[in-house]
């Protein structure tokens, strides 16, 4: 995990993890926040709002998990309290479970708004990954009650941001344990395919690109509620997506042809991770908006430091 739990001691730290990792392998996407709410998400969000969000985070990326954690950092971000049939629109996006939901929390260029859920027709995003179970909105009314102005929104986007870096690098760390099972086991000329230069070289490349974006989200949660905290969101969220393009590139590479079988199933990293590097920006756009932010500012972030 690459935020310290300051709050809690070493054995608490594994109480918390076995029980959010419980409840992602045993609940449907739509039960997911019901039971962490009924396992004191609430409070554990309010002890230490980092470590909770970032332990839940990078939990769903190795599991590859469709259920909805972006939705519960969101409403914190948005200053509205978790509950179980709470769900949140994304440009007009929704997560999984969303039949759980009794009203949506919506994000737009006008606030945080609430919108019932008669007001909403979903129809299955089923295309380069329906595993994540993503929903296109669209609305009967367009006036809805405002919960709170643009600067409600920008903190609900830096959160989810600072959340989808951690999804992120769980999926990339993931991708690297099985990656290196893989070349260890895997021969060719009487050795291990890992002992290949090139291959280690390939490897480090993602280790280092995952430690960087682990590092600006250590960073960006010490320093979110500073001016400089959602410049340093987008940063984190760069990051992730450039180490999960690097994973899905070199990972994929060094599988050889196995990875372009269906059955091997490495194909499922890439999509999801594809997905949710467009969630709240992809790092491309997301690099472009930083730089043009620091030439307007005529200042650099801060730089995180590596643990």
């Known amino acids: 995990m690459s935020v310290g739990m300051s709050g809690f001691d070493e054995s608490e730290l594994a109480l918390i993890t076995a029980s959010l990792r419980h409840v992602l392998d045993t609940q449907t996407p739509a039960e997911v926040p019901g039971a962490l709410l009924a396992a004191g998400w609430?409070?554990?969000?309010?002890?230490?709002?980092?470590?909770?969000?970032?332990?839940?985070?990078?939990?769903?990326?190795?599991?590859?998990?469709?259920?909805?954690?972006?939705?519960?950092?969101?409403?914190?971000?948005?200053?509205?309290?978790?509950?179980?049939?709470t769900a949140v629109l994304i440009?007009?996006?929704?997560?999984?479970?969303?039949?759980?939901?009794?009203?949506?929390?919506?994000?737009?260029?006008?606030?945080?708004?609430?919108?019932?859920?008669?007001?909403?027709?979903?129809?299955?995003?089923?295309?380069?990954?329906?595993?994540?179970?993503?929903?296109?909105?669209?609305?009967v009314r367009t006036e809805h009650a405002l919960l709170g102005g643009p600067p409600s929104v920008a903190a609900a986007i830096a959160m989810g941001r600072r959340a989808l870096a951690s999804q992120m690098v769980g999926a990339v760390d993931q991708m690297l344990v099985d990656t290196l099972a893989y070349v260890t086991e895997r021969h060719q000329y009487g050795r291990a395919i890992g002992s290949f230069q090139t291959v280690k070289h390939r490897l480090a490349e993602v280790k280092v690109a995952s430690a960087a974006a682990q590092a600006t989200v250590r960073t960006a949660w010490e320093h979110a509620d500073t001016p400089e905290g959602e410049i340093l969101a987008i940063a984190a969220k760069a990051l992730a997506g450039r180490a999960q393009q690097l994973a899905s590139t070199h990972c994929f590479q060094v599988h050889g042809g196995i990875a372009f079988t269906v059955e091997h199933g490495f194909h499922q990293w890439v999509r999801r991770g594809l997905l949710l590097d467009h969630l709240l920006g992809d790092h491309r756009q997301l690099t472009k908006q930083l730089g043009a932010r620091l030439i307007a500012a005529g200042a650099t972030p801060r730089v995180p430091e590596l643990a």
């Open 42 to 85: 609430n409070d554990l969000v309010d002890a230490d709002p980092a470590a909770a969000i970032t332990a839940l985070s990078e939990l769903a990326g190795r599991a590859r998990s469709a259920a909805p954690v972006l939705d519960l950092a969101i409403l914190r971000g948005a200053g509205i309290e978790a509950d179980a049939t």
């Open 91 to 139: 440009d007009n996006v929704a997560l999984a479970g969303t039949e759980r939901a009794r009203r949506y929390v919506r994000l737009s260029e006008r606030g945080v708004t609430a919108v019932d859920v008669a007001d909403v027709q979903l129809s299955p995003a089923t295309g380069f990954d329906p595993a994540l179970g993503l929903s296109h909105a669209t609305f």
